[in-house]
């Protein structure tokens, strides 16, 4: 079974810090995808990164992808307290295979005001 | 543009009795993707379909069933329902396979 790890678990910090939050894997991805999800409420699609090296930007989001495409991190700058909920990262295999997307158990991440 | 419509959004269901959830993808969507969440698996791949075909399943037992009709909309079958089937159960439609995916709501399954 391949895995997506996600660090840390739980994040809390006060408004205006910064954070980073990482998805590692031993295998290698074609594509991976960031989600935010409220609870309540199913993920919402940040970005998506294809190319080994990739930075992509989303206002005060930074999103990179690993060079070997194992790996994936997301950097928060100056966070909000509207920043707060579960980020989860999701792995498409570059091998392919029946599983669909697999996504890492997220990060919970609280901004305290 | 509507999201993706899941119904019904709760669901209290007694063991041993089966339950259907519906899935209504974005208009032009023809991949539906079926996901389980709970606290301590996290999202689980349950299946996927596109073009009323099943192209993938995840490492499920064969009381979870689904299919997809013509006009790509989704139901997911969960027969002789066990306690630990309670869960979040998310629905989520794309374009294409190299597209994300945009998530409905969730039904919400509690089994007791």
Redesign the interface.
């Known amino acids: 079974t391949q895995l997506l790890e996600q660090s840390p678990q739980f994040l809390s910090i006060q408004e205006g810090e910064n954070l980073t939050v990482y998805c590692n894997s031993s295998s290698v991805f074609s594509s991976l995808q960031w989600y935010r999800q409220e609870p309540g409420e199913g993920p919402v699609l940040l970005v998506t990164v294809v190319t080994g090296g990739e930075v992509k930007k989303l206002k005060r989001l930074t999103f990179q992808f690993g060079d070997a495409r194992k790996d994936s991190s997301l950097h928060i700058t100056a966070a909000q307290p509207g920043d707060t909920g579960l980020y989860l990262c999701a792995g498409a295999w570059a091998g392919g295979g029946a599983d669909g997307l697999t996504f890492g158990k997220g990060t919970h991440l609280i901004i305290q005001p | 543009k509507a999201g993706?419509t899941q119904t019904p959004r709760y669901l209290i269901k007694t063991r041993g009795q089966q339950v259907t959830l519906s899935c209504s993808p974005i208009s032009g969507h023809r991949s539906v993707?079926w996901?389980q969440q709970t606290p301590g698996?996290?999202?689980?791949?349950l299946?996927?379909y596109f073009s009323e075909t099943q192209?993938?399943?995840?490492n499920f037992p064969g009381r979870f069933s689904g299919r997809q009709f013509s006009n790509s909309r989704s139901e997911m079958n969960v027969s002789t329902l066990e306690l630990g089937d309670s869960a979040l159960y998310?629905c989520?439609s794309r374009q294409g396979a190299?597209?994300?995916?945009?998530?409905?709501?969730?039904t919400r399954l509690t089994v007791v």
């Open positions: 993706v993707s996901y698996q996290g999202l689980q791949f299946f996927e192209r993938n399943k995840g998310l989520a190299s597209n994300g995916y945009t998530f409905g709501s969730g």
